[in-house]
T-cell receptor, first 118, second 111 residues
Framework: EAGVAQSPRYKIIEKRQSVAFWCNPI?????LYWYQQILGQGPKLLIQFQNNGVVDDSQLPKDRFSAERLKGVDSTLKIQPAKLEDSAVYLCASSLEGLAGWTNNEQFFGPGTRLTVL | GQNIDQPTEMTATEGAIVQINCTYQTSGFNGLFWYQQHAGEAPTFLSYNVLDGLEEKGRFSSFLSRSKGYSYLLLKELQMKDSASYLC????????????FGKGTRLSVIA
């Protein structure tokens, strides 16, 4: 089974430029997450999709960040314009929709995109 | 709000046992996860606890006490490849709610 795919793996841009990241989740996974992981910290959720709908975007800086999952499969995350503090690894994760009752509903992570803003 | 605390760094000797603690305060609780993350790589799932008690999986075990808001990850027979960050994450009430991660504990295994 193929894992979560992300591209690019690395990106270096100057502040005020725009950048986009792409994620393709595991086939059949309805839920997709974008996390931001700053060096030395744990991942922080930016946005969660269930199929093509947004479930939680409360921590997404909407003045500069946007994300979409138009067909309920792959997703793009955009930053426009970028700031120095956006330098981080952007992780995409996916999970099966939870079944009734107890389930661990494990999240599978992609390799991440390491963004450096100069 | 949600708060998750774990030590920043730990060092242990190859072949030894190490325990990484995690305490949490959350609004609702629907499971605690441990992930391993090697430098420059994605987190990989290690364990899941939703009921009190110990879950054992090979060299790794995870314990949960919901009344104390406390968990630990126990690594036995440490190997050099176990050097990594270990992330404690909690899911609030709900079926598909996202995980809230701690800052991670960086474990160094020395010879």
């Amino acid at each position: 089974e193929a894992g979560v795919a992300q591209s690019p793996r690395y990106k270096i841009i100057e502040k005020r430029q725009s950048v986009a990241f792409w994620c393709n989740p595991i086939s059949g996974h309805a839920t997709l997450y974008w996390y931001q992981q700053i060096l030395g910290q744990g991942p922080k959720l930016l946005i969660q999709f269930q199929n093509n709908g947004v479930v939680d975007d409360s921590q997404l800086p909407k003045d500069r960040f946007s994300a979409e999952r138009l067909k309920g499969v792959d997703s793009t995350l955009k930053i426009q314009p970028a700031k120095l503090e956006d330098s981080a690894v952007y992780l995409c994760a996916s999970s099966l929709e939870g079944l009734a009752g107890w389930t661990n509903n494990e999240q599978f992570f992609g390799p991440g995109t390491r963004l450096t803003v100069l | 709000g949600q708060n998750i605390d774990q030590p920043t760094e730990m060092t242990a000797t190859e072949g030894a046992i190490v325990q990484i603690n995690c305490t949490y305060q959350t609004s609702g609780f629907n499971g605690l996860f441990w992930y391993q993350q090697h430098a420059g790589e994605a987190p990989t799932f290690l364990s899941y606890n939703v009921l009190d008690g110990l879950e054992e999986k090979g060299r790794f075990s995870s314990f949960l006490s919901r009344s104390k808001g406390y968990s630990y990850l126990l690594l036995k027979e440490l190997q050099m490849k176990d050097s990594a960050s270990y992330l404690c994450a909690v899911r609030a009430q709900g079926r598909n709610t996202p995980l809230v991660f701690g800052k991670g504990t960086r474990l160094s295994v020395i010879a």
